[in-house]
């Protein structure tokens, strides 16, 4: 099992950034990929960005230029540092791991932490 919690979250207006942090723990040998996935209310959850333990990312076509997705493999850590926010940023955002980097196949969760970002 993987254990991630992330923190970092927090209340910011138009324009501002954060930056979020996620902690794993557990069995992270079988880890290859990590993520970052958000989910607005009454909205499915979807991903943000991804990225391979080689460091090659991907991200969803709303955040490119603006997000920037990073992990420190020393220390079981992941990433994700917002510019430019906007409102409709704002949701629930979570962590996420697995051995691939398909979108649908992340298998280790976080509980989240939130992100609203005001006008």
């Known amino acids: 099992q993987v254990q991630l919690a992330e923190s970092g979250g927090g209340s910011v207006q138009a324009g501002g950034s954060l930056r979020l942090s996620c902690a794993a723990s557990?069995?992270?040998?079988?880890?290859?990929?990590m993520a970052w996935f958000r989910q607005a209310p009454g909205k499915e959850r979807e991903g943000v960005a991804n990225?391979?333990?080689?460091?090659?990312?991907v991200y969803a076509e709303s955040v490119k230029g603006r997000f920037t997705i990073s992990r420190d493999n020393a220390k079981n850590a992941l990433y994700l540092q917002m510019n430019g926010l906007k409102p409709e940023d704002t949701g629930m955002y979570f962590c996420?791991?697995?051995?691939?980097?398909?979108?649908?196949?992340?298998?280790?969760w976080g509980q989240g932490t939130q992100v609203t970002v005001s006008s």
């Open positions: 557990g069995y992270t040998y079988n880890v290859n990929c």
């Open positions: 996420a791991a697995g051995r691939g980097c398909n979108w649908y196949a992340f298998s280790y």
């Open positions: 990225i391979d333990s080689f460091g090659n990312t």
